[in-house]
């Protein structure tokens, strides 16, 4: 390492959520750590507002003068990160996808989640960014990090999910700095995604290159469709199912407060689950009760439409279900990463939702809009082959995705 970290004691700021950062790793880094313990830590999230902010104040590092910076994430803790981090561990699934608009060397994320790269190696993700094809993700399994594995890398940073307290522990306790993510506004997708991307580029001297572009490219979209969609009379909505986790075994859908809410109100649909709270399971009764006109499932599980269509699903019978019968189930796209939780993508899910939704009331030139924004905001360009892939996600995807229940992560 080039630069000492200093670590800030942790605080509680009201209005963010934060994870605390600690210093150097091993014999290159050189270490004071003042670690929150893991109930301070959750005493502090508990008190956490829903605005995600995310303070900062350049320092000055201790040994050679290095810039550093003092970050305020969404666990409400303050820690001192080396400004311009070169190696940067990204433990929260999502992330590569949303640090590939700020502009920075993807070469500079040195490690991911398996379930990370799964999605990368199935999507459109492989050729962008081949650099992170086959990249470090053996130190991480399910939400149990390798303390030792991740040291290896040598990250000036982690940046992982927030609620997962044990892996705060495990890399702050290495002498690793940690800042922690989590979802904003109740589960508004594009709040959240402004919150994650200017977290990454206040560690930045350039700043989070496209973030203020993309966001309000996004909230463009956002008012635009509610335009529409505030003109629907509510009996003329569909009601949709969210199927965020399925097996023969499972049946977990997105319920209020989570992403697939936020993307069925969005896109002018009524969430069926919007009862209940998170991602529960339910089983086929329940489902049939509810009977939805359109079915949405995720990339997080490798069921795809066909099989709601054959009823190929052991000690499941869905074809009485509306949706079904009428074949409206649709499998969510896979562009940058997965489509239901914040991606560098979230402002084409808005379209698409809106389109499957209410295809009577939109009717955008979609596959251009997708080649329009990839050009525009990752400066690459699409072929039509590609664009189909997006479209038509691979359910290997799926690989590596299931937390064993812990939804946040996604």
């Excluded at 550093?68 to 969404?74: H, K, L, Y």
């Excluded at 589960?187 to 959240?192: A, C, P, R, W």
């Excluded at 808005?350 to 939704?357: K, N």
Aim: charged letters at 20%; glycine letters at 8%; one cysteine or more.
């Amino acid at each position: 390492m080039k630069r000492s970290l200093t670590i800030a004691a942790p605080v509680c700021v009201a209005g963010c959520a934060l994870m605390a950062m600690l210093s150097s790793c091993g014999a290159a880094k050189s270490s004071s750590p003042q670690t929150a313990s893991a109930t301070e830590a959750m005493s502090q999230t508990a008190q956490t507002s829903e605005s995600g902010a995310a303070d900062t104040k350049e320092t000055t590092g201790s040994n050679d003068g290095a810039a550093t910076v003092e970050i305020t994430d969404q666990n409400n803790m303050t820690a001192t990160v080396e400004k311009n981090p070169d190696r940067v561990v990204l433990t929260a699934l999502p992330l590569p996808s949303i640090y590939a608009l700020t502009g920075q060397d993807i070469s500079n994320i040195v490690g991911i989640h398996p379930g990370a790269a799964s999605a990368i190696e199935n999507s459109v993700m492989a050729s962008m960014y081949p650099a992170l094809v086959g990249i470090a993700d053996n130190f991480i399994d399910g939400q149990n990090i390798n303390i030792e594995e991740l040291m290896a890398l040598n990250p000036d940073v982690v940046m992982y999910w927030a609620d997962f307290l044990e892996q705060y522990k495990a890399i702050t306790g290495a002498g690793i700095p940690a800042v922690g993510v989590k979802t904003q506004g109740s589960g508004d997708v594009l709040t959240t995604l402004e919150s994650w991307l200017k977290i990454m580029g206040k560690m930045y001297d350039s700043g989070s290159g496209n973030v203020d572009e993309v966001i309000a490219y996004g909230r463009e979209m956002e008012d635009k469709i509610n335009k529409v969609t505030a003109t629907i009379p509510e009996d003329k909505k569909p009601k949709v199912l969210y199927l965020y986790n399925h097996s023969a075994d499972k049946i977990s859908v997105s319920g209020a407060n989570f992403y697939g809410d936020y993307w069925i109100h969005a896109g002018g649909g009524i969430n069926v689950a919007g009862g209940l709270d998170g991602t529960p399971e339910v089983n086929m009764e329940q489902i049939y009760e509810w009977d939805p006109d359109i079915i949405v499932i995720t990339t997080f599980t490798g069921t795809m439409p066909e099989d709601l269509y054959n009823n190929t699903i052991d000690g499941q019978d869905w074809s009485t279900v509306s949706a079904v019968k009428n074949h409206k189930v649709y499998k969510e796209p896979l562009g940058v990463y997965r489509w239901f939780p914040p991606s560098g993508d979230a402002p084409l899910a808005l379209e698409w939702m809106a389109m499957i939704f209410n295809p009577d009331y939109f009717h955008f030139d979609f596959k251009q809009d997708i080649k329009d924004y990839y050009k525009r905001f990752y400066n690459y360009t699409l072929t039509d082959d590609q664009v189909e892939g997006i479209l038509t996600a691979n359910p290997d995807a799926a690989k590596g995705a299931n937390f064993g229940g812990q939804s946040g992560n996604k």
